[in-house]
């Protein structure tokens, strides 16, 4: 497994630096600017050695997050956080991406749901109005784009459309309970574009996440869709939200095992935030909660012992240390009505998605930044 992930990584790392080469025209800059995305790299994730990777749809990921290589979104992606590290082109766009809600309906009644408020309404966008939305962000550069809602699935002909649709250099995520998901649509989904998916998958025991999600059919939907998205070649992953309640290093542990279990390709953990179904409701982990996180964290992804187990994807460890991504920075959020927000749990409305100046727009929000992580209690700056 070293000498894959050694191999990998020179792979990766020729190719970013040929790009570099081509964009500076100079070894000397190619090579800087190469080391400062490497020292970047260590900075987001805590690890200083060689880094973790999953394999998809015939892809290598280092963080779901961001497009697999190799591709053209990698391309793409990779040119984006050279210029932000070393610039070598004016007014170069450092968005690479949207957390897109593409509908307000869901079966399921989450108790973290951020779309609450607005859940089961009659569609606010049509599509036409999702469509010119998402081409307007590619258009300014976008090369990764996760599908949230509600629940995606519900309008699954829409999202099909869109898929075959876009521009192409562009990775496409589903964000999904998993609701729907049969085998002959997760294959559909790929043929049509689709990268990969991201499944909500909020406890290892059934009980436990039945009642999370409001459904006794939701762990079934979540472990069949497991199953239907490994099968249509689709890059595959698990969505824990860390409640209070279930946070202990044990219950960790066993979800990490479950995943493995499951052949999951990652396990991405989210923090519970007050919006939504949580507004005024007291779920924000302390510090010594995000500690427990944290330690399990870092045993993930620096242990031997776990490294036969699949990565862990934890963007609260690097938020707290080197700042917040979202508010244009590298990513925001769009709510089913078209409105832009910092990112789906630090809610606040900055603009709409089909009608504003998106330069102005972005330029604002990321001047801004993220109030969550900047100054607040939270901080674990070095």
Known sequence: MKLKRIAVTMMVRSTILLLALKAYKDPVKAIKALKLLIRKREAFSGDSGLPGFFYGNGR??????????????????????????????????????????????????????????????????????????????????????QIGGGEPMSRYDDMIYLLQSADSGTDFWLLTSGYNLTLEKARQLKKSGLTGVRISLDHWDRDKHNTFRGSEKSFDWAVQAVRNSRKAGLAMGLSLCVTKEFLTEENLIEYLKFARKMHAAFIFLLEPRETGHFKNQNVSLTREEVKIIESFYIKAISSAEYEAFPPVIYPGYHQRRIGCFGAGIRYLYIDSEGSVHACPFCQGRQGNALTDDLPELIQKMSAKGCEMFETNEFSFAK
Do not use: A, M
Not at 76 to 104: A, D, M, V
Not at 108 to 131: A, G, T, V, Y
């Open 60 to 145: 290598y990921f280092f963080d779901p997050n961001n497009p697999g290589w190799p591709s053209t979104s990698f391309n793409r992606f990779i040119k984006n956080e050279l210029n932000n590290s070393l610039p070598f082109k004016n007014g170069h766009s450092r968005l690479t991406t949207i957390i897109f809600s593409i509908t307000q309906k869901c079966p399921l009644k989450c108790l973290h749901c951020f779309e609450w408020d607005r859940l089961d309404n009659s569609e606010s966008l049509s599509l036409s109005d999702i469509n010119n939305i998402l081409l307007r962000f590619q258009k300014y550069g976008v090369s990764h784009v």
